[in-house]
């Protein structure tokens, strides 16, 4: 029967073994955590919601509101140049239910090897004019 190592930790089997990532194995789970006041942002609109420091690992995201954000409206997560690098977009008609995001494109990727700046784009139609948005991006970290 075959044995299969996880790309994580097949450096510590190796001869002669190598370092592990301490943000991929054994590393802290933090959160970064954006409030957005719903304000009709309109299609097109950035939200910033922080930055991700170098040798973070994304591991999965929570997104809550307190009312739908519409049948049409789209919010997609991720940072300039790859704007649904986290959460591609889509509608969320789900109010008062967290609800996790992450692409597995970004859940499988290294340390960051420089800061990122995570932001929200608004697309296809605007946000509602009231109520909030909590996106939560938990990370490991060395």
């Known amino acids: 029967m075959a044995t299969t190592y996880s790309n ?8 002669p073994a190598t370092k592990v990532s301490g943000a991929a194995v054994g ?8 409030v957005i006041t719903l304000a009709s942002q309109a299609d097109g609109d950035i ?3 922080g930055k991700l ?8 995201g929570v997104l809550t509101a307190s009312a739908t954000l519409g049948a049409s409206a789209t919010v997609a997560i991720g940072k300039s140049g790859a704007t649904g690098k986290y ?6 008609t789900s109010a008062n239910t967290p ?6 494109a970004a859940t ?18 605007a946000l509602p004019s009231s109520g909030t948005v909590v996106v939560d991006i938990y990370y490991s970290a060395p």
């Open 99 to 104: 609800t996790m995001f992450g692409n597995s």
């Open 27 to 34: 590393g802290r789970l933090r959160r970064l955590r954006g």
């Open 87 to 92: 959460r591609t977009a889509a509608t969320f």
């Open 53 to 60: 420091p170098v040798g973070a690992i994304f591991a999965y």
């Open 47 to 49: 939200v910033v919601l």
């Open 108 to 125: 499988d990727d290294s340390e960051l090897t420089s800061e990122e700046e995570v932001i929200l784009t608004v697309g296809t139609a």
């Open 8 to 15: 994580d930790i097949s450096g510590a089997y190796a001869t």
